[in-house]
């Protein structure tokens, strides 16, 4: 199945600071790549993704970056507030294989601190 | 839409006992999934549905069982509770996925067996 890792586990910026999160994945078949976030004491929220066609989305104050060739992509969060404090997931998702259809496969998160 | 509800949201079972963790959407997905999130960890697939009376094993699924009667339900069954089962039990659903699409979860069930 697909491996994915996720850098850095926590990360602490000041408010007005950008952050950035980065994840590698190992299958080159692998074509959506979602963004979730957790707040304490909720599920993953979707907050953005992009597909193996498009090298880079934005949506206002988050974007996300696909390198096939490298089989990384990042997520930048910019002008950082304390509501962005929370856990991000990257995952990623292979095409129709049979019993992998539908499934995503989640990095370990990243605990990000966004300090006022 | 209320999207995906999870009941309980708290629970407590002793070593042997047993439960259902309920899951239900309102979205008319054909898929549906269970995770289970230990701390510092990811999330980890247990079992997975595409749809009414079609369930398979993701990565975790021993000590589990689910069925899928309809659309809506997708309940997660512990037969005999163990410390390891211990952990944040989350259920999502998704459209048909070729070309991927997103996983909607639920707010997840905060087990602890004793």
Same mark, same amino acid.
């Given at each position: 199945?697909?491996?994915?890792?996720?850098?850095? *586990?926590?990360? =602490?910026?000041?408010?007005?600071? %950008?952050?950035?999160?980065?994840?590698?994945?190992?299958?080159? #078949?692998?074509?959506?790549?979602?963004?979730?976030?957790?707040?304490?004491?909720?599920?993953? $929220?979707?907050?953005?993704?992009?597909?193996?066609?498009?090298?880079?989305?934005?949506?206002?104050?988050?974007?996300?970056?696909?390198?096939?060739?490298?089989?990384?992509?990042?997520?930048?969060?910019?002008?950082?507030?304390?509501?962005? %404090?929370?856990?991000?997931?990257?995952? #990623? *998702?292979?095409?129709?294989?049979? *019993?992998?259809?539908?499934?995503?496969?989640?990095? &370990?998160?990243?605990?990000?601190?966004?300090?006022? | 839409?209320?999207?995906?509800?999870?009941?309980?949201?708290?629970?407590?079972?002793?070593?042997?006992?047993?439960?259902?963790?309920?899951? #239900?959407?309102?979205?008319?997905?054909?898929?549906?999934?269970?995770? &289970?999130?230990?701390?510092?960890?990811?999330?980890?697939?247990?079992?997975? *549905?595409?749809?009414?009376?079609?369930?398979?094993?993701?990565?975790?699924?021993?000590?589990?069982?689910?069925? &899928?009667?309809?659309?809506?339900?997708?309940?997660?069954?512990?037969?005999?509770?163990?410390?390891?089962?211990?952990?944040?039990?989350?259920?999502?659903? %998704?459209?048909?996925?070729?070309?991927?699409?997103? $996983?909607?979860?639920?707010?997840?069930? &905060?087990? =602890?067996?004793?």
């Amino acid at each position: 199945g697909e491996n994915v890792e996720q850098h850095p *586990s926590t990360l =602490s910026v000041q408010e007005g600071d %950008s952050a950035v999160i980065k994840c590698t994945y190992s299958d080159s #078949a692998s074509n959506y790549f979602p963004w979730y976030k957790q707040e304490l004491g909720k599920g993953p $929220q979707l907050i953005i993704d992009i597909r193996s066609n498009v090298g880079e989305k934005k949506d206002q104050r988050i974007a996300v970056t696909l390198n096939k060739t490298a089989k990384h992509f990042s997520l930048h969060i910019t002008e950082t507030q304390p509501e962005d %404090s929370a856990v991000y997931f990257c995952a #990623a *998702s292979i095409p129709d294989r049979g *019993s992998t259809l539908g499934r995503l496969y989640f990095g &370990r998160g990243t605990q990000l601190t966004v300090w006022p | 839409n209320a999207g995906v509800t999870q009941t309980p949201k708290f629970r407590i079972l002793k070593i042997g006992q047993s439960m259902t963790l309920q899951c #239900a959407q309102d979205m008319n997905h054909n898929y549906m999934y269970w995770y &289970r999130q230990d701390p510092g960890m990811g999330l980890k697939l247990i079992y997975y *549905s595409v749809g009414a009376g079609i369930t398979d094993k993701g990565e975790v699924p021993n000590g589990y069982n689910v069925s &899928r009667s309809t659309t809506e339900d997708f309940p997660l069954r512990l037969e005999l509770a163990a410390p390891s089962q211990t952990s944040v039990y989350f259920c999502a659903s %998704s459209l048909l996925v070729q070309g991927g699409q997103p $996983q909607h979860f639920g707010d997840g069930t &905060r087990l =602890s067996i004793l």
